[in-house]
């Protein structure tokens, strides 16, 4: 349930509020004073903040200024004063919308609905997907850095998940020795080749049923290395 936070000190105004945003399925907090209502805002979780501009303790533009320093949720400024340099003012602070009193209740909640609506849209599209690898049973989130096989979790170290992943994301193609080391180690082989080879041995170890018979990672004699789809 969305969680909303009135700070208005017109106590009949913000039970009215309250009344019809709960009636629209959300749950409402009041905070009759502008320092008290912006210590709930900035320590408490709240979906939004309606906020009177006039308030004892603290006027709505310095809450507003700073809830928007610390938090990027709705705030949608409640006054009387229909000046437009007040909303012009409020809006430039942070603010979402400026309603002028007196309002219908329903256009509130109008306004909230749409501003929780937009909002919501805002946080999935920001939202990064994990970049997941998926192979016959062997599954490699790229994000988290973390492998399944069949399903279960297996421990890699960094330099066996990133040359898992690079021969994932590179299927069929054959890769020698020293082009392995120079893509995971970033650096010439210099007889160091060998590293290639023990860490292949582990790998197959985590990801093979049987490692004398290797279903993934292939070698190809002579030559070096691929992963087979």
């Keep these: 349930m969305s969680k909303i936070l009135i700070i208005e000190d017109e106590e009949s105004i913000a039970e009215l509020e309250k009344d019809y945003l709960e009636l629209s399925g959300f749950e409402v907090e009041i905070e009759g004073r502008g320092d008290d209502g912006l210590k709930r805002a900035l320590e408490n979780s709240y979906d939004l903040v309606i906020l009177d501009l006039m308030l ?57 609905k749409a501003h929780m609506s937009r909002y919501e849209r805002l946080i999935h599209s920001n939202r990064r997907e994990n970049e997941i690898v998926e192979i016959r049973g062997i599954k490699i989130d790229k994000t988290a850095r973390r492998v399944w096989i069949n399903e279960e979790e297996k421990n890699f170290t960094t330099k066996e998940f990133d040359l898992l992943t690079f021969l994932a994301e590179n299927p069929n193609h054959v890769f020698t ?53």
Aim: hydrophobic share 40%; with cysteine.
């Design 56 to 112: 004892p303790g603290m006027d709505g533009f310095e809450i507003c200024r700073q809830i928007r320093e610390k938090k990027n949720i709705p705030v949608l400024m409640v006054s009387a004063k229909k000046d437009d340099i007040d909303k012009i003012r409020g809006l430039g602070l942070g603010a979402d919308d400026y309603i002028t009193k007196p309002f219908s209740p329903s256009e509130l909640v109008a306004r909230v």
């Design 177 to 229: 020795k020293d082009e392995l080391f120079r893509e995971i180690w970033d650096m010439e082989s210099v007889g160091d080749i060998a590293t290639v080879t023990v860490h292949i041995k582990k790998i197959r170890e985590k990801i093979e049923l049987d490692t004398a018979r290797p279903q993934y990672i292939e070698t190809i004699w002579g030559v070096g290395y691929r992963f087979r789809v």
